[in-house]
T-cell receptor, first 112, second 114 residues
Framework: EAQVTQNPRYLITVTGKKLTVTCSQN?????MSWYRQDPGLGLRQIYY???????DKGDVPEGYKVSRKEKRNFPLILESPSPNQTSLYFC???????????FGPGTRLTVT | GENVEQHPSTLSVQEGDSAVIKCTYS??????FPWYKQELGKRPQLIID?????GEKKDQRIAVTLNKTAKHFSLHITETQPEDSAVYFC?????????????FGPGTRLSVLP
């Protein structure tokens, strides 16, 4: 089944404790992206990747890192999480920039 | 980066009526305009998209129109049903220094009242 998976789905952590949210797709998509969703602010892009080893900042990259060592995986790293990073995070992938994006189920992160 | 504006932010319609959501963009090179629907507690899903070489596209009760001159595109939902209640996001591609990227509008919460 074609899908985008994210783990974990829910995470409560404390300020400063490094964490990684994994994202994996099985559709051989080149374009992958991370978004955060906050009430009233829509989907804001954090980082995106056009292909393996090609990543770039989106609109709200501060406090986040990503890597794209394999085509299928695009992990999101928070080296030192802060409470303002409490949000709902979505990973998405598509065959190209101008193709349908498939979203993962979301990861709800709470930083206390 | 690029800014996509979306109006209205909330919309309530009676079941069976039509709903229209409008988005505007600023990059004249934008060439792809999708619409996503997000039901409560779920992930966004594509419902329809349009490319810059097409003026209108329909899929059953939903349609999208594009006006490149005015730089706006609209989602039209006819004969609305309760299951159309959701948040709708428009999006557009835009140019960056060395390529293209993608940005979403802030969303429209549609409520279909029985």
């Amino acid at each position: 089944e074609a899908q985008v998976t994210q783990n974990p789905r829910y995470l409560i952590t404390v300020t400063g404790k490094k964490l990684t949210v994994t994202c994996s797709q099985n559709m051989n998509h080149e374009y992958m992206s991370w978004y955060r969703q906050d009430p009233g602010l829509g989907l804001r892009q954090i980082y995106y990747s056009m292909n393996v080893e090609v990543t770039d900042k989106g609109d709200v990259p501060e406090g986040y890192k990503v890597s794209r060592k394999e085509k299928r995986n695009f992990p999101l790293i928070l080296e030192s999480p802060s409470p303002n990073q409490t949000s709902l995070y979505f990973c998405a992938s598509s065959l190209s920039l101008t193709a349908r994006q498939y979203f993962g189920p979301g990861t709800r992160l709470t930083v206390t | 980066g690029e800014n996509v504006e979306q109006h209205p932010s909330t919309l309530s319609v009676q079941e069976g009526d039509s709903a229209v959501i409008k988005c505007t963009y600023s990059d004249s090179a934008s060439n792809y305009f999708p619409w996503y629907k997000q039901e409560l507690g779920k992930r966004p899903q594509l419902i329809i998209d349009i490319r810059s070489n097409v003026g209108e596209k329909k899929d059953q009760r939903i349609a999208v129109t594009l006006n490149k001159t005015a730089k706006h595109f609209s989602l039209h939902i006819t004969e609305t049903q309760p299951e159309d209640s959701a948040v709708y996001f428009c999006a557009a591609t835009y140019r960056e220094n060395y390529g293209q990227n993608f940005v979403f509008g802030p969303g429209t919460r549609l409520s279909v009242l029985p």
